[in-house]
């Protein structure tokens, strides 16, 4: 296991480490309102590490994921994360259930992308996920914006759709091709239903609402943040907290939707949700980067000019 044997500027996490971070997304999830079976895993499974008589670290350099799902409590979703958290990676549910907005790293962690053009994706495209900006590089969009020449665009287009990559997986670690499977099984109506139920509940002050750590100096709880699940998936829904939505105003339009349980390091595990400003679905909640599926989703409730559009 390369990733882990190769990580020279600090110490693999302890067990008690790992252990304690699992207590605290335990904690927030019961906090924020999360299912009570949800915070109890994460508990559970912090306590059996601690007991683990063998550094958690040596297992996954030895046995990859498998092995850490071996380890009593530990599921699927638990031993991806560890996974993450020993090669020294940043556990964006974490981070998420803290307030931080880790937008802005993910897009510099694209081939191409640094802080300052990444910063300019979310201030002039309104961009909020890697989903979004596979889109815009495929659109026309990315081409338009000073920076972004057409070797540029091209090493983004590559970059999201996994060509060159050379890196095998871990042992256990799902390909990203099982990656983007798994996302393209989440229906359209399924994010609706999620946006749906968030913004009645927030606009009913029914939901816990966290201090966010971006855009927001006076440290204000403001941010209403839902945890819920459809079928097996578990997802946090939270109104957008960049830069691009306090200039537009649509800090409370916006609604951003993770899946919490999906792989590590996979691109496209969360979505936004708007109202379209315009065209045949304007006045719509829309998934952005998905809009032909809603157009299909709504293609009922459209004038009948627009029924048969294609």
Known sequence: MSRISDLTDKPPPTNSELAEKLEQVSELLRSQGADPYRSSAYARAAKAIREHTKPLWQVAAAQGIPGLEDIKFVGPSIARALWQLICGERWNLLERLLGRDVTLELFSSVPNIGPKLAQRLQDELAIESL???????????????????????????????????????????????????????????ELLDVDDEYRRSAARNELPRIAPRNFNP?????????????????????????????????????????????????????????????????????????????????????????????
């Open 131 to 189: 989903a979004e900006l596979e889109a815009a590089a495929w659109d026309g969009r990315l081409a338009k914006l000073p920076g972004f020449g057409e070797k540029r665009v091209r090493a983004v287009r590559e970059s999201l759709a996994g060509r060159g990559r050379t890196q095998v997986p871990p042992e256990g670690q799902p390909s990203k091709q099982d990656s983007d499977q798994v996302l393209a099984e989440v229906p359209i109506e």
């Open 218 to 310: 006076t440290v204000e709880a403001w941010l209403p943040v839902l945890h819920t699940s459809r079928s097996n998936r578990h997802y946090t829904a939270m109104f957008s907290n960049t830069r691009r939505a306090h200039e537009m105003h649509t800090t409370h339009d916006w609604v951003v939707i993770y899946l919490d349980d999906h792989y590590p390091g996979a691109l496209h595990g969360q979505w936004t949700v708007i109202t379209s400003q315009f065209g045949k679905l304007k006045g719509k909640r829309i998934v952005r980067g998905r809009e032909s599926e809603c157009l299909e989703h709504y293609r009922g409730q459209l004038p009948d000019s627009s029924k048969d559009h294609r």
